[in-house]
């Protein structure tokens, strides 16, 4: 059982745009910045927003994160076959001496 | 430019106790602001956080873990080092070595992941 609530799967088609949605509380989304990673099948996650809306060198502005309350959202745009994989939130969490906390991820199916 | 990989036994019994060893290159582990992390994956399920070390020898780790996990670092041999006890089957997944920027600003991110490296337990 994850902290972090995710849907565990969503599906669009090419060119479409989805929104996934990870959901938490007062100690940890609530009180920090969250982190998105992409883990395409087999491979090792990568970092594709930080600081809840941030996206490092080299990923496409298709991706874009926000953050509100305790919950927070990746939006993928002009979503491409590429873009098929696992999407994960994380955070920082302020209970018991802190820890992180991830979410249980989303499958992402472009139809 | 940054690399970790992770190094250890494919296969442990139950009981047993699991070390794995982070090997990188690309940062120092002397830097503020720098640290390295442990994360899992059972097959087919969620990242999970195992624990995290910093520049300065600061730590956390997972509560539920926390009796069993041990993350060192030797910074002048560009090593992290993690060690669970008492080993289980339901401990099998793919263990990632990970590097770790905190800003102390609120932002702070595992940025760059090692390839992993898939743990049985098995008798």
């Known amino acids: 059982q994850s902290v972090l609530t995710q849907p565990p799967s969503t599906s669009g088609a090419p060119g479409q745009r989805v929104t996934i949605s990870c959901s938490g509380g007062s100690p940890n989304i609530g009180s920090n910045s969250v982190n998105w990673y992409q883990q395409l099948p087999g491979k090792a996650p990568t970092l594709l927003i930080y600081?809840?809306?941030q996206r490092p060198s080299g990923v496409p502005d298709r991706f874009s994160g926000s953050k509100s309350g305790t919950s927070a959202s990746l939006t993928i745009s002009g979503l491409r076959s590429e873009d098929e994989a696992a999407y994960y939130c994380?955070?920082?969490?302020?209970?018991?001496?802190?820890?992180?906390?991830f979410g249980g991820g989303t499958k992402l199916t472009v139809l | 430019q940054i690399t970790l990989k992770e190094s250890g036994p494919t296969l442990v019994e139950p009981t047993q106790t699991l070390t794995l060893t982070c090997t990188f290159s690309?940062?120092?582990?002397?830097?503020?602001?720098?640290?390295a992390g442990w994360i899992r994956q059972p097959p087919g399920k969620a990242l999970e956080f195992l624990g995290l070390i910093y520049w300065n020898d600061d730590r956390r780790h997972s509560p539920s873990l926390r009796d069993r996990v041990t993350i060192t670092k030797v910074s002048s041999k560009n090593l992290v080092f993690l060690t669970m006890t008492n080993m289980d089957p339901v401990d099998t997944a793919t263990y990632y070595c990970?590097?770790?920027?905190?800003?102390?600003?609120?932002?702070?991110?595992?940025?760059?992941w090692g390839r992993g490296t898939l743990v049985t337990v098995s008798s």
């Open positions: 994380a955070t920082w969490d302020d209970r018991m001496n802190e820890f992180w906390v």
């Open positions: 990970v590097h770790y920027l905190d800003f102390r600003t609120g932002k702070r991110y595992f940025d760059l």
């Open positions: 600081n809840s809306y």
């Open positions: 690309g940062f120092s582990l002397t830097t503020a602001g720098v640290g």
